[in-house]
Structure formats: structure tokens, C-alpha cells
């Protein structure tokens, strides 16, 4: 499994995810769809997930806050220490995303898009230039993290569900607005606590 925390998602997985917003588009009424990936609503993340062949790709787009508690660069020990907590837990994808058994997948690539990435210590310098927008942008006050999950698959036929355990691991969030797309079909759903179970 090759786990990064890196700036630029690959090519594969930015060709795949593009083609899932555009089916997310023409699932959602124009007006939330509009909002649904550009919108930092605290408590509320966006997730995707699209099945290609033997691969299912999942990207989770949440402002930090629901993480974390904050939305600054971490300015003391503790906050550096629960950033990195934070990137470490999201790195764990197969413990946060949970699959049919019989579906025989495995985590094959995770990407973390953090705008001070902690992950195994090291901290980007304050100065450092990022060439990508976080939702809003974390010069206005707000700070996003994408994380992008690429799974390998041996029998996908029996991906039929995703069962997201998110809301144990980080408890400020709320409410998870998922789009699907597969050669099945595409599909959206709403998540919360105690009903985090997106059908496939």
C-alpha cells in the first residue's frame, strides 16, 4: 500500500474524480449542486466514490474543522500533535471505509491533500507555496483536507455497499452528502450517525 501526503492527486484518480462530478451535477438539483463541492459548512463533508473496472476510488473533501476544531496553521504542541493525529487516522482508509468481504479489495493508494501536512512529522515550512485551492482557500479563514482512497478489487461484482465509520472516528461531524457512480449506474445519498451505510 503506498500511503503520501502530496499536493496533486495522480492523473488517474483527477480524470475519474472529474467524471464523478459531472454525474454528481446532473444528479442534484442546480442549486445544490452548485454547492456541493465548493460549500465549507462545518460539521458537513463530501464524499465520492466511483467504481471503474477492478478499482473503486473514494475521495473524502471536509473542512478541517470537523477533524480537528480549527481551521488555522496549528500553533501549539497540542494542536500540531492532534493535526497529525488526524492525518494519521485518515491514512487508516481500509478502517474508515468498509467493504463486502467478498468483494476481496484492498487498499492500494491513499493521498492526503492537507494544507499543513503533520503526517509522520513533518511539518511544511509556513511559507510554503501550494498550487491548488482548499475549498474556500485557508487565506479567508477556512481550511479543507482531501484525503483520495484507491481500492483494488478481486471480485467487484459484490461491491454492493460501503459502510463509512467516519462519524466514530471524528465526532464534530455530522452529516456526510455522498455521490456514487459505477457502470451500474450513479446515485446520491445523505449520511449521518447511525445511518452510514452507502449503497453501491
Not at 475521495?59 to 478541517?64: G, R, V, Y
Not at 485551492?133 to 454492493?160: K, M, Q, S
Not at 455530522?174 to 456514487?180: C, H, P, S
Request: charge should be negative; glycine fraction near 6%; aromatic fraction near 4%.
Amino acid at each position: 500500500m503506498i500511503t503520501r501526503t502530496r499536493f496533486n492527486p495522480p492523473l488517474a484518480a483527477v480524470s475519474r474524480l472529474a467524471l464523478l462530478a459531472v454525474c454528481a451535477s446532473a444528479l442534484m438539483p442546480p442549486a445544490h449542486a452548485q454547492r456541493a463541492h465548493g460549500a465549507h459548512e462545518h460539521g458537513v463533508a463530501h464524499l465520492s466514490v466511483a467504481i471503474e473496472g477492478a478499482e473503486l476510488l473514494i475521495e473524502l473533501s471536509t473542512p478541517l474543522d470537523n477533524l480537528v476544531g480549527f481551521e488555522h496553521a496549528p500553533a501549539t504542541a497540542a494542536q500540531r500533535a492532534t493535526l497529525a493525529d488526524a492525518e494519521a487516522r485518515l491514512s487508516q482508509g481500509a478502517e474508515l471505509f468498509r467493504l463486502p468481504e467478498a468483494a476481496g479489495c484492498v487498499l492500494a493508494e491513499t493521498v492526503l491533500d492537507s494544507p499543513w501536512p503533520l503526517q509522520a512529522g513533518k511539518e511544511q515550512p509556513a511559507d510554503h507555496d501550494h498550487d491548488h485551492d482548499h475549498g474556500v482557500g485557508a487565506r479567508e479563514g477556512h481550511a479543507d483536507l482531501i484525503a483520495t482512497y484507491r481500492f483494488e478489487c478481486a471480485r467487484p461484482a459484490a461491491l454492493d455497499a460501503l459502510r463509512v465509520e467516519l462519524f466514530d472516528v471524528f465526532p464534530r461531524l455530522r452529516e456526510l452528502r455522498a455521490v456514487r457512480a459505477a457502470e451500474s449506474g450513479q446515485g446520491a445519498a445523505v449520511l449521518k450517525p447511525g445511518a452510514a451505510v452507502l449503497s453501491l
